[in-house]
């Protein structure tokens, strides 16, 4: 029977997916937290997530194989994204007013009036 450090000698698969997988977990439980509006909560799970970022950023680029792996990493950095987003509204709630007032109406270019 093989120990759980021989099988990451083995294939850098498990070590590598897992860290991604913890990280999208860890994003999940942040989003949770700030929903449920406990900041201090969301800190102490970024805290322990940054460990993992570092992690992940040690092990390169290749720490997870091409194929099907790379694709599911992929994935997870989409979902990663996308719940930070999500608390970072949340967070700043400003920003989404910012976001309204900065962003072009549609049907108005701009454009019309403007000489060339």
Sequence with gaps: MSS???SSRQSPLPDG???YRALEAACREMLEAATSDD???VERIERSARALIEAIREAGPDAVP???A???KFGLLRSIVQLDGRIRQLAQPWQRDLDA????RIGNTGARGRRA
């Design 4 to 6: 759980p450090a021989d």
């Design 17 to 19: 997916l897992a860290r």
């Design 39 to 41: 900041w201090d909560e």
């Design 70 to 72: 790379r694709r599911e």
């Design 66 to 68: 091409a194929g099907a």
């Design 101 to 104: 007032l900065l962003s072009p």
